[in-house]
Structures are given as structure tokens and as C-alpha cells.
């Protein structure tokens, strides 16, 4: 392994260990223990957490009202591939550092992009073929591979949706690459978020085109991930607005319509991004529960907003009570599959060294393995489930279950309330009890 010869990047910082909730050395797991056995799989299997290789290792700290500020000692190099290669060797010492046993990519983000395609995708298939040899000698796998389809100006006005037909070959051309590449490195999904699909004013947008033009660019990924044997999940990750106005991906539920209104449901899952739900105006696990009873959650984008602020900010999420809660109806849909809790999330632009990182993910990979095993202990004792079962317990027997059947008929409902039912009796929601009952596994 190359970083085994290199000087260590992160030379102070150790492997985290689990220490067990009543340590004091912040640089230890108090929750998270990725050889623990739970139901016959490791804690690292049930998790399969996921490092966002542009959070952790591109994203400088920059704002819209300064430059970076994140110091990272180890970007040196004669020039930008052998920089890329050095922040590659960084990036996965921390993964085998931090006991990730994936991670995800933009193109963009682990090679640079050159001046023009040809280049770009040189310069893509060295730095895959490195990625390569590093997922080799560490054992990390990659969870997802995507493309950038939103820095460069030329997607300024949108990529599959763009108003310019050269600008959508340029796109088709470089999903085709990070789909190879992807697959080539193994990628078990491969995620469309549609960056700047979407617009900023309806005075120049043919809304329906642009909607169309992305239904036929999915269209042509699923052709060509069968053509070179792909066999990854293609993931759609949903985001309502931030960089457009407006994103046609809006949430969850748009996004079902869309697919199925273009015949790409059988395709396609979700990814779903806690900043993005709230975002939307929904609730993580609102996004989750409508994934979920469509049979399409995929995948997470493991994050948090600031509920103050309307823009993507992606920390990470130490929320125990939100992520039990998704853990919950995540569970209960029967896990991710193929899909993994990916952190997009990143430092504070005043969190700006290497152990910063290493606390961050600490923290939000504790407040996971945390809200998994509360999970897996409220579904287990089962009380909100027999709460809610016997909540619908009208509709398992008798004329409710003709309801269900769709075996009725507002003839039948009203001769049924006329001669027999009369007036219904209102039944307490018991919504403060049930808030007191979670409260009871959160704090015991
Ligand atoms: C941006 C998105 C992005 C995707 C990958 O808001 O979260 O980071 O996850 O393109
Ligand atoms: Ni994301
Ligand atoms: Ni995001």
C-alpha cells in the first residue's frame, strides 16, 4: 500500500477504537463498535457507514463571503495529479483511521478536469486506477460513485435539463465515464442528484421539455449501465432547491410521480438527505416512510440542517431523537440493502484541523450506531407497533377489510351506516403518550 511508504497524513490522530459510553478520550467510539455482532452481522455490516470524499477532502471551508480555511498539510505536489494522488493516499489512511468501510465520489473530486473531455477522463482513469489499488490494500469499497454535473459553467443553466441540446451530449458523455468508472471500482449504487435540474425563472424555461430531456437522460444512463453490465442501484437523491430556485427532483414524492410518469420506476431508488428533506418542508423521516411504501429506499445521505437557515448547511447530525426515529422506519422497511449511511456532511468554516474531521465523524457515526440499537429495541418490546396495529383493526375484519379488498361500494357503506353503524365514536390519537413512551427509550 502506497501510504504505508508515505509519511502518515494524519500522524497524531490513532485508529478509533470503541471505548463504551463511560470513556472520556474523545477520540474513542462510545457507541459505535464495528465488530459487535448484532443479529448475526457486524455493527459495521448494519451500517455500512460512507465518507463524502468532497466534504472531507474538497470542500476548503469556503463561503460566499470568504476563501478556505481548512488546513489540510498533506495537498502538495509537483502538480494537480500528483496533488490528487497525495490527498487520495490522505483520504483513505483516514477511512481505514476512522473504521469506514466505504466511501462515495464525484468525478471531479477525486481527478481534476482538464481542458478538455479526453483529458478529463485521462486524468479520471488514473486516479481510478489508484482508487484501485488503495481499495485493494485497505478493504474500503466504494458505496456510490456520481458525476459533477454542477461547478463548471458550462452547466450553469442545467446539464440533462440544460436549454442548449451540446451541453446534454457534455453531460451524457461524462455519466458515461463515471458509470464505467463506477463500476469499475465496484460502486454497489450509482446516485443522480440533479444539481442544477431545475430553474431559476419560468419567463425562460419550457418547464415540460426540460422535465422530458431528464426523463430520456435516465433513460440513456439505464441503457448503458445494461450495455456495460452495471449492476449497481441507480439512486435518485432528492433536493428541492439550493443551487436553482427550483429542482424537479423536489422530494421524495415528486420524485416518485416523475419516475413512474416516465415509465423509470422498475430503475431507479432513493436517496434520501436529511438537509435536503427539511429543505422540502418534510421531516427526515417523512422522506424515509414515503420511500419506504413505494418499496423504493435505497440509500442515506446521513446529515443535518440548521432549522434557522434556508440553505444546505450539512453538519452532522448528533440528533439521537430525529435519527431513532428514521432508524425506526428504516428498520421496519427491512434496512438499506445496497445502499449505506453516507455522511454529506461537513467541518464548520472555524473547524479547520485534521482532528476536527475525525471528531465530526466520531460524532455522527456514534449518534447512528446510538439510534440503531434504540431502534432495534423499540421495534423488539413492539409497543408503537401494537399501538398502531390495533389503531386500523377496524379494517381487518369485516366491512373494513371489504374496504380494503376494494370489494365495497358507497351503496353498500351507506346502506351499512343507515341499518347498522349509526354514528362513529372518536377515539383518542394519544399522541402525548406515545412522545412520553419514546421519551422513555431515549433517556433511561
Ligand atoms: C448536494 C448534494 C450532493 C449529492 C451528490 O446538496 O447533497 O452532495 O449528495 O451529488
Ligand atoms: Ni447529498
Ligand atoms: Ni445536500
Not at 422498475?266 to 427539511?278: Q, V
Not at 423521516?285 to 434556508?310: C, K, P, T, Y
Request: hydrophobic letters at 40%.
Amino acid at each position: 500500500m502506497k501510504t504505508r511508504r508515505a509519511p502518515a497524513r494524519f500522524p497524531r490522530l490513532p485508529v478509533i477504537a470503541h471505548e463504551g459510553p463511560g470513556t472520556d478520550n474523545p477520540l474513542a467510539f462510545r457507541h459505535y463498535n464495528p465488530d459487535e455482532v448484532v443479529d448475526g452481522r457486524t455493527m459495521a455490516e448494519h451500517l455500512r457507514f460512507s465518507i463524502a470524499y468532497w466534504h472531507a477532502f474538497r470542500g476548503t471551508g469556503s463561503d460566499p463571503f470568504g476563501p478556505g480555511t481548512i488546513n489540510r498539510p498533506w495537498e502538495t505536489g509537483r502538480d494537480p495529479l500528483s496533488i490528487a494522488k497525495a490527498r487520495m493516499d490522505a483520504a483513505f489512511e483516514f477511512f481505514v483511521k476512522i473504521r469506514a468501510p466505504f466511501y462515495c465520489f464525484h468525478d471531479r473530486d477525486i481527478a481534476p478536469e482538464g481542458r478538455t473531455l479526453r483529458e478529463s477522463n485521462r486524468l479520471l482513469d488514473a486516479m481510478a486506477d489508484h482508487a484501485r489499488d488503495l481499495q485493494k490494500a485497505t478493504g474500503v469499497r466504494l458505496l456510490w460513485g456520481t458525476a459533477n454535473l454542477f461547478s463548471n459553467p458550462r452547466y450553469m443553466c442545467g446539464a440533462a435539463t440544460n436549454p442548449d441540446a451540446h451541453v446534454f451530449a457534455y453531460a451524457a458523455a461524462q455519466v458515461k465515464k463515471a458509470l464505467e468508472v463506477t463500476k469499475r471500482l465496484g460502486g454497489e449504487n450509482y446516485v443522480f442528484w440533479g444539481g442544477r435540474e431545475g430553474y431559476e425563472t419560468l419567463l425562460n424555461t419550457n418547464l415540460k421539455r426540460e422535465q422530458e430531456h431528464l426523463a430520456t437522460f435516465l433513460h440513456l444512463a439505464v441503457d448503458h449501465a445494461k450495455a456495460i453490465g452495471f449492476k449497481g442501484q441507480f439512486l435518485i437523491e432528492p433536493k428541492p432547491k439550493e443551487p436553482t430556485k427550483h429542482q424537479y427532483d423536489f422530494d421524495v414524492a415528486s420524485g416518485i410521480a416523475f419516475l413512474r410518469t416516465f415509465g423509470l420506476d422498475r430503475h431507479f431508488k432513493f436517496n434520501i438527505e436529511t438537509n435536503h428533506a427539511t429543505l422540502a418542508g418534510h421531516t427526515f423521516q417523512h422522506e424515509i416512510e414515503v420511500a419506504a411504501a413505494a418499496g423504493m429506499l435505497g440509500s442515506i445521505d446521513a446529515n443535518a440542517g440548521d432549522l434557522l437557515l434556508g440553505w444546505d448547511t450539512d453538519q452532522f447530525n448528533t440528533d439521537v431523537r430525529e435519527l431513532t426515529l428514521a432508524m425506526i422506519s428504516i428498520l421496519r422497511a427491512g434496512g438499506l440493502g445496497s445502499g449505506g449511511f453516507n455522511f454529506d456532511a461537513k467541518l464548520r468554516r472555524t473547524s479547520i484541523d485534521p482532528a476536527d474531521l475525525f471528531h465530526a465523524h466520531i460524532g455522527g457515526m456514534d449518534a447512528y450506531a446510538l439510534a440503531f440499537k434504540l431502534a432495534r429495541q423499540i421495534l423488539t418490546e413492539g409497543k408503537f407497533e401494537a399501538f398502531v396495529q390495533e389503531r386500523y383493526a377496524s379494517y381487518d375484519t369485516g366491512y373494513g377489510r371489504a374496504i380494503e379488498k376494494r370489494r365495497t361500494s358507497f351503496r353498500d357503506l351507506e346502506k351499512l351506516v343507515l341499518t347498522q353503524l349509526g354514528e362513529p365514536k372518536p377515539r383518542s390519537g394519544r399522541q402525548e403518550y406515545l412522545e412520553n413512551l419514546l421519551m422513555s427509550y431515549l433517556h433511561r
